[in-house]
């Protein structure tokens, strides 16, 4: 692309150097990803600067800079602009020729239930036209999924996919939107329709100051929605049941449409049973009332299922094709996912990775377990160490044993994780183990399950692999817990 029609929308920019007959190859904010004839993006990151790097990048061919200071000694053009992450987005945007002005764009946002919510809004809406996914565990285009590094992808790759996705004849794109994307101006330049609010509980306290912080982040989802006008409507889905519900009602400049279990609200959930195979429950809708009784349990999947039926509601799409939708989805990946080698115990694989969403899993599952829950849990390191306790705090008072072990430890050692999260756990009396190596501590809670028992291993969910000291080793909660009991069987038999 001609590089002065490229930043043709970048406000307040300095330009040294001569951008005359200069074309783009492509955008990289990386500078070991750079390909000659690219122009690299300087971003000032929270470890280290990308403005130390463009020597290299000029080295490799790159044809020109943004960045927010001018940088000696270089032979390229460079742009200066003052903030290069919202020039990133705007770049990428313009490169990929608005990708999110030719579909139906759906956010939504959260602490938990994020990916469920989006799953099955993909499910809803595939009832009638090709549909992408952006999220944790995977970016789905149609049927063909490729692989995710973050639950957002920065602002370039985004618009990237939303490219191919509008390419391959895709209508709408259902996208999980992170705080960090939100206040990273990842989503800046994102056409959205459609925003969707689940919940809100401590989570990333280690990147937001506080709690007000990270919901204000959450907030800019429902400012950004309806910004850009489409031939559509444009409306917010928001949980009536949440504290924060009038936060992001008055955040939002569209219509709003609410649901919930315990408020008057546009779709409610009424006569609810909870069972371990499923909850069933009565969806009370505009001019309408159907009955749904879903393979997924828990009352937290009551409410993600809520907010899937009022967007294809407000779709148009047959309240008896949503009944249908929904009740075929199987569940979601590492989503209060069962491991079954036959068994006479149960044993569920859940993300469940914050104090809330911890005491939401172990409800439900005491709701119906006849036997005892047995939870085996770690915590994340280098990230939000306020929450440790609480984690603690939240498996002790719900669980009947846990077994405290290593998440995904990082730079940080796991013992020293470990002793963040007991004082949580020590006004309670119920009784924990600490073993730190997650695959022995997997094992144990196998080695301790009675008939009836559940086992709830917590944290990691989809994830398979561990992050420990800068390296990534191959580990899935699902394959690990499935050798034990494999193993276990064929001692028995």
Known sequence: MNLKRLIGNLDACEILGSLDGLDIAGIKYDSRLVLPGDLLVCIPGFKTDGHLFAGQAVDVGASCLVVERFIDGLKIPQIKVPDTREALAILADEFYEKPSMQLGLIGVTGTNGKTTTTYLIKALLESKTKVGLVGTIGNII??????????????????????????????????????????????????????????????????????????????????????????????????????????????SGVPVFSYGVN???????????????????????????????LKMTGLFNIYNSLAAFAVGHQENIPPETIKSCLENVEGVPGRFEKVNAGQDFTVIVDYAHTPDSLVNVLKSAKGFVKGRVITVFGCGGDRDRTKRPLMGEAVAMYSDFSIVTSDNPRSESPESIIEDILPGMKDHTSSYEVIPDRRQAIGRAIELAKPNDLILIAGKGHETYQEIKGKTYPFDDRVVAREYLEKMLWKQS
């Open 263 to 293: 408020h008057e609200c546009d779709y409610k959930a009424a006569n609810i049973q909870v069972k371990g195979e499923g909850v069933s429950f009565e969806v009370y809708y505009p001019k309408g009332k159907i009955s749904l009784s």
């Open 142 to 251: 149609g049927h063909e999924i490729l692989p995710s590094a973050r639950t957002t992808p920065e602002s370039v790759d985004l618009q990237k996919l939303l490219r191919e996705m509008v390419d391959t004849g895709v209508k709408y794109s259902v996208m999980e939107v992170s705080s960090h994307a939100l206040e990273l101006k990842r989503v800046n330049q994102c056409a959205f329709d459609i925003a969707v609010y689940t919940n809100l509980s401590q989570d990333h306290l280690d990147f937001h100051d506080s709690l007000i912080a990270y919901r204000n982040a959450k907030g800019i989802l429902f400012e950004l929605v309806g910004s850009k006008p489409k031939d559509r409507p444009a409306y917010a889905v928001i949980n009536r049941d949440d504290k924060f519900y009038e936060f992001f009602r008055q955040k």
